[in-house]
């Protein structure tokens, strides 16, 4: 199974297309820490992470974590042992926390982009998670809530997402 992102507007899996939007200064393959672009590629996707306090966890086959209140993923370019990888907030690291205020990260999806050994500086955080008005990301694919519960019921743990 393979997610498709054919350009900043269409998310597509099967015959299943949903609208979306990706970064502000829309894809690249050659991605930087900070630069609002989309990474172009074939990647592998992570588990569920949501908001219990809002969201009852969905169906799906991946692999559901609660995100807590302590929990942060590392943008900070000083920190190559933690760069792009989840971890326990502490003040003194650069982090997207995932705990928001707002809804964006009430259902979110890391994409292993820089994933297994983390490249300082090429990029991080870079996730699947909600829209509701389409505004362009940070680098990330946003989804409204309705198209990202349809998705969650057609992927697994073994599906790529291709960004074109």
Partial sequence: MIIFVKNKH???????KFKCCVG????????KEGD????????????????????????????????????G????????????????IEKKIKHEKLNRKDYKYDLMIP???????PIVGKGSCIFIHLTKNYKPTAGCIGLKKKDFLVMLKLINKNTKIKII
């Fill in 10 to 16: 269409t998310l597509q899996i099967d015959e299943f």
């Fill in 24 to 31: 502000k200064k829309g894809l690249t393959k050659y991605k």
């Fill in 36 to 71: 609002k672009k989309t990474p172009k590629g074939q990647f592998q996707i992570e588990h569920l992470y949501f908001r219990k306090d809002r969201i009852e966890k969905p169906l799906t086959s991946l692999k559901c974590i609660k995100i807590k209140k302590n929990m």
């Fill in 73 to 88: 993923w590392c943008n900070d370019v000083r920190s190559s042992k933690m760069y792009n990888k989840l971890f326990k």
């Fill in 111 to 117: 994409i292993k982009y820089n994933f297994i050994s």
